[in-house]
């Protein structure tokens, strides 16, 4: 079975700030993906950031970069120069060769000005 | 170009009552996957869809059911409501099974 952990229920960033919230999960599969979902108030899962697990190269988007850390089943959302609008909770998500998704039980991340 | 949308947004039901939620899936796409989001906690995975087909499901009890149509929009059936029924339901939709799955806003369905 695939379990996702994420072990920081919340945090807080300042405005400009970098943060990094952390995720491991486990399974026995060779070929799967990877994700961070945000989720802010309204409730609309948005897609951030995703990586396939045979790439060695770290997914990057804007300001959201991962560290991907295979053997150590690692997948860790680093988030540059902190903006207001990124308060919300952040999950993430591993995706089996079938297309099903498990998340994690995710972080709370508030930026503060 | 519209993405994921889902009807209705919010619903309250009662113990014992039935009620179908719909999914319409971002244009180009046609998988639909359902999950279940109670207060606090990460989605979980009920079901997949694809070619009108159920490929695979989560540990959901029968109660749980689903449809997919042709034209690749999609149900989630739940009969006998029980109170821990009560979760955001959400619909993702993706192109086949091996993509990035987009979700709609949800459904907040309440029992009573």
């Known amino acids: 079975a695939q379990t996702v952990t994420q072990s920081q229920p919340e945090m807080s960033v300042q405005e400009a700030e970098t943060v990094t919230l952390s995720c491991t999960y486990d399974t026995s599969e060779s070929n799967y993906y990877l994700f961070w979902y945000k989720q802010p108030p309204s409730r609309q899962m948005i897609l951030v950031i995703r990586?396939?697990?045979?790439?060695?190269q770290n997914a990057t988007e804007n300001r959201f970069s991962v560290n991907f850390q295979k053997a150590a089943k690692s997948f860790s959302l680093k988030i540059s120069d902190s903006q207001l609008g990124d308060t919300a909770m952040y999950f993430c998500a591993f995706m089996n060769p079938l297309g099903r998704l498990y998340f994690g039980r995710g972080t709370q991340l508030t930026v503060w000005p | 170009d519209a993405g994921v949308t889902q009807s209705p947004t919010h619903l309250i039901k009662t113990r014992g009552q039935q009620v179908t939620l719909r999914c319409s899936p971002k244009?180009?796409?046609?998988?639909v996957s359902w999950y279940q989001q109670a207060l606090g906690q990460g989605p979980q995975f009920i079901f997949q869809y694809y070619e009108e087909e159920e490929r695979q499901r989560g540990n959901f009890p029968d109660r749980f059911s689903g449809h997919q149509f042709p034209n690749y929009s999609s149900e989630l059936n739940v009969n006998a409501l029980l109170l821990g029924d009560s979760a955001l339901y959400l619909c993702?939709?993706?192109?086949?099974?091996?993509?990035?799955?987009?979700f709609g806003p949800g459904t907040r369905l309440t029992v009573t």
């Open positions: 990586q396939e697990a045979y790439k060695q």
């Open positions: 993702a939709s993706s192109r086949d099974r091996n993509y990035e799955q987009y």
């Open positions: 244009s180009g796409h046609d998988t």
